[in-house]
């Protein structure tokens, strides 16, 4: 897995915010707010799932539900938030990212290669923050089909 540390800028984002457990619910209720909107048309724009570092670096306590997950769109200053969405922000910072092209089930495995493999070796730190992924192939990911995210793992 090839990574990179990268030092990026803070990314507005648009969420709707649930559970790990209820990831697939989450989506749903994201999706109803953005699909047929025409965002995704704007440059810059890309849908993104967030979740606390704090699933990285081991220090929740409790099952999925305690897990907070937002289905999220990244949006540029000046390009409205469809209704329904909440406007957030993930902070800038120092990132380890990977990028992963395959198809949508194959992400999980991704993760656990630069979790699990390439994160030990390094020798960095998660920091506090967020981990996300952002997905640049427009539309709602869908099984079977590549697509190309960025996976984002904040250092200390």
């Known amino acids: 897995m090839d990574v ?3 030092d990026l800028p803070g990314l507005r984002v648009g969420i709707v915010r649930g559970d790990l457990a ?4 989450t989506w749903a209720k ?10 995704e048309q704007h440059p810059g724009v890309a849908r993104a799932a967030i979740l606390p570092s704090d699933v ?3 220090t929740v306590r409790g099952g999925p539900e305690r897990v907070r997950y937002d289905a999220a769109v990244v949006v540029p200053e000046g390009v409205a938030l469809p209704a329904g969405l909440t406007e ?10 990977a990028t992963y092209v395959g198809p949508y089930e194959g992400l999980a495995g991704a993760w656990s290669e630069f979790t699990s493999d390439w994160l030990p070796k390094s020798g960095k730190r998660v920091a506090a923050g967020v981990c996300y992924e ?3 192939t427009p539309g709602p990911a869908m099984v079977g089909v590549p697509t190309r995210t960025d996976l984002h793992i904040p250092l200390a």
Do not use: C
């Not at 957030?88 to 990212?97: L, V």
């Open 4 to 6: 990179e540390i990268v």
């Open 22 to 25: 209820h990831a697939m619910q």
């Open 30 to 39: 994201f999706s109803a707010a953005v699909d047929g909107t025409g965002i």
């Open 56 to 58: 990285m670096r081991g």
């Open 88 to 97: 957030d922000r993930i902070p800038a910072g120092r990132y380890a990212r």
């Open 134 to 136: 952002v997905y640049w």
